[in-house]
Each structure stands twice: as C-alpha cells, then as structure tokens.
C-alpha cells in the first residue's frame, strides 16, 4: 500500500503540482493551507509523511515542526521542509526545528519523488528494521 503524505503549502500552485506528481505515483495525499489546519488534519489521519512549505501564514514552518516534533504521534513521522533554493538558512533551521530533511523549491518533477521516498525509505528501516513493500 502506498503511503499517505500530508502536504503543507500555502501557494496553490505549489500545492497543485505537489499534488499531481503524488497522485501520478499512486500515494494519498492530503492537503493543508496553514500550519494549525495540518496539525488538526494530522490528528485525524495520521500521515506516513508530511512535506512542509516554511514560509506560511500565520504560523511558520519551523514552528509547526516544532508543534509536531512535540506530539508523541508524530516523533518518528518524516517531516520534510520545502524551502526555496535561494534562502540558504532554510535548511538549517528546518533541521534544527525537527524536519527529517528538505527538498528544494523550484520544485523538479524529475526528482521530487524520488527524494521523497529516500525519506520514506529511511522511516521503514528506523520504525521496523527490515524492508517492506510499501
Ligand atoms: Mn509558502
């Protein structure tokens, strides 16, 4: 079964195409605006994944990472910031705020996916210490 990735992005375009390359490879997604909708949606139905836009309303990034990170719920969820190319302390901070890694925004097609499952990868070998074929 494919894994459900909880998407965090506040620009519809972002989100539309984020979207499309995880539903194109079969995963679920769920999509979220702003950082208090994710956590609550989270709560609810409980992502394998979440891919998280830093630079959001209200709350920012690193902030919900925080608030997730503090969760036991979602201790050993990958949370992978998306953060764009220019701002270098991005990455930094995202990991420092609890993100698993980052991947780059502009967003490639070509390699999103593949970057992503890197992570899910890296879940499965932590959580039960053997490969499964999800
Ligand atoms: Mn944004």
Redesign the pocket.
């Known amino acids: 079964m494919k894994a459900k990735v909880l998407v965090i992005?506040?620009?519809e375009q972002?989100l539309y195409l984020i979207t499309f390359l995880l539903n194109y490879h079969g995963y679920d997604v769920i999509q979220a605006r702003d950082g208090l909708t994710a956590i609550q949606v989270a709560m609810e139905t409980k992502p394998d994944l979440i891919l998280l836009?830093?630079?959001?309303?209200e709350m920012d990034g690193y902030t919900v990472a925080s608030r997730f990170r503090s969760e036991s719920a979602f201790a050993d969820v990958p949370i992978i910031a998306v953060t764009s190319y220019a701002m270098v302390g991005d990455r930094e901070r995202s990991i420092e705020a609890g993100c698993t890694g980052y991947i780059e925004k502009p967003i490639d097609p070509d390699t999103f996916i593949p970057e992503l499952e890197k992570y899910l990868s890296i879940r499965r070998k932590d959580t039960d210490g053997k490969d499964t074929d999800r």
Request: charged letters at 35%; a negative charge.
């Open positions: 992005e506040d620009n972002n836009d830093i630079q959001l309303p």
